[in-house]
């Protein structure tokens, strides 16, 4: 597989948005959120994160594009140990534009 770097996530997402009208609301988790803050040398094969909006088309649309995913509506019981509290509202967002909201844990 090859890599996946941030940048063309958000160029990819931003025309599923553009030729859907769907709205995305996408909590990043991973080696995308890693991206996020600074560190561009992480390496990952995947996208990760917590969506707001239809799952089903845009896992998708991802697929088709050659974008494994792992999506979900409720990243906080996805490992043994839960997310804490109010971990939604501390997220910060990294872009929003036109329908497109990304955010970071």
Same mark, same amino acid.
């Given at each position: 597989m090859?890599? *996946?770097?941030l940048?063309? *996530?958000k160029? &990819? /997402?931003?025309?599923?948005?553009?030729?859907?009208? #769907?709205t =995305?609301? /996408? !909590?990043? *988790?991973?080696?995308?959120? &890693? #991206?996020?803050?600074g560190? %561009?040398?992480?390496?990952?094969?995947? &996208?990760?994160?917590?969506?707001?909006? $239809?799952?089903e088309?845009l &896992? $998708?649309?991802?697929?088709a594009? %050659?974008?494994?995913?792992?999506?979900?509506?409720? =990243?906080?019981?996805?490992?043994?140990?839960?997310?804490?509290?109010?971990?939604?509202?501390?997220?910060?967002v990294w %872009? $929003?534009?036109a329908?497109?909201?990304? /955010? !970071?844990?």
């Open positions: 090859s890599p *996946i770097k940048d063309e *996530i160029v &990819l /997402l931003e025309r599923y948005v553009r030729e859907t009208r #769907q =995305i609301d /996408l !909590i990043l *988790i991973g080696g995308l959120a &890693l #991206q996020a803050y560190l %561009h040398e992480r390496v990952t094969v995947d &996208l990760d994160g917590e969506l707001v909006g $239809e799952l088309p &896992l $998708e649309f991802l697929l594009n %050659h974008v494994p995913a792992d999506l979900g509506e409720n =990243i906080s019981g996805w490992s043994v140990v839960a997310m804490p509290p109010g971990y939604r509202d501390r997220t910060s %872009h $929003e534009d329908g497109l909201c990304l /955010l !970071i844990a």
